[in-house]
């Protein structure tokens, strides 16, 4: 029962982390200065009678209080809005966006957990030794790195080798399969290396920390004393032991994968959720930018719920 209990209040408390992030989420974008109708006022003939009139298409003349009554009626249906930029339902756009970048960022987080559980465990195995300084420093200075430099950095080194830019050749004219995925692996090996190697120096440092607590367990050192071989040790009672904190590491950073994806995607060009927020914040944007962040606070949320049910299989003692 006393899991149940744990299961139900972790649940709960998701819901409201959701529903309080959904009233931020409407509050911080009208605290920023001017409005879509405002860029309007940059463009010849955009006189006053238009610029009223779109505000009222967009709901814009209605007070605040009216428009988050809105909001919520429109969430509960389902319905995200419609943008102000496109004329397109939100849910449209960010279904298209987030086809467009969950390709770059499976590619680059499965890369980054096999490279850092590898370099993790080597660097604790070899624990004290000129192997664990090199992996731990490089793996703090790809943590370290600012996303966006380290992009800029791929983008210098493989200039005219590799695409820098977009998601396709637009210059491909009704390619074939085989050619568009060719074009499209090309295109996309850069951002998800950029996300790769930035994510990777996280899991080799937390990885590197769990082994080695495991490494110093009696029953580590009882197989030692039986003569088992190296990597048996590592793959069937080290590593086993270790996957608590590798595997809750892994939910929580799901979450964050996307927004962390914003800068690549503005660095790279890439038509996925992180560009389409950048654009909507240039254009003021809001149901678009309110969709977009509510769809990225829902996926932190259901992966650090994740995480905590994780945790409970895994480690039942934190509910006593």
Request: hydrophobic share 50%; with cysteine.
């Amino acid at each position: 029962m006393r899991g149940t209990d744990y299961v139900l209040k972790r649940i709960a408390f998701a819901i409201v982390t959701i529903f309080v992030a959904v009233s931020l989420n409407f509050v911080l974008f009208r605290l920023a200065p001017g409005t879509a109708v405002t860029n309007l006022a940059r463009v010849p003939h955009a006189t006053p009678a238009l610029r009223n009139a779109l505000k009222k298409q967009f709901g814009l003349d209605k007070s605040k209080s009216e428009q988050y009554v809105i909001y919520l009626e429109q969430l509960v249906h389902g319905n995200l809005g419609v943008s102000f930029e496109n004329e397109q339902p939100v849910s449209k756009n960010l279904r298209i966006a987030v086809i467009n970048t969950l390709p770059m960022v499976t590619i680059g987080t499965l890369f980054s957990i096999l490279i850092g559980t590898l370099t993790g465990v080597i660097a604790a195995w070899r624990r004290g030794t000129p192997t664990e300084a090199a992996t731990v420093s490089s793996a703090l200075g790809f943590y370290a790195m600012p996303t966006q430099w380290l992009g800029l950095m791929l983008i210098i080194a493989f200039a005219g080798v590799l695409p820098t830019g977009g998601m396709t050749n637009e210059f491909l004219l009704d390619p074939g399969f085989w050619q568009h995925l060719r074009d499209l692996a090309s295109h996309i090996l850069l951002p998800a290396l950029t996300l790769g190697l930035t994510l990777y120096g996280e899991y080799t440092l937390i990885v590197r920390s769990a082994m080695l607590e495991t490494l110093g367990e009696d029953y580590i050192l009882t197989a030692r004393a039986k003569g088992l071989r190296p990597w048996t040790i590592v793959r069937k009672h080290a590593l086993r032991n270790a996957m608590l904190p590798i595997t809750t590491l892994v939910a929580l950073s799901l979450g964050y994968i996307v927004a962390g994806a914003i800068l690549i995607e503005i660095v790279f060009s890439w038509p996925g959720v992180g560009r389409a927020v950048y654009l909507a914040v240039q254009e003021r944007d809001y149901p678009m930018l309110q969709g977009a962040f509510l769809l990225l606070t829902i996926s932190v949320v259901i992966c650090n719920l994740i995480a905590d049910l994780l945790y409970f299989k895994l480690d039942p003692r934190i509910t006593e």
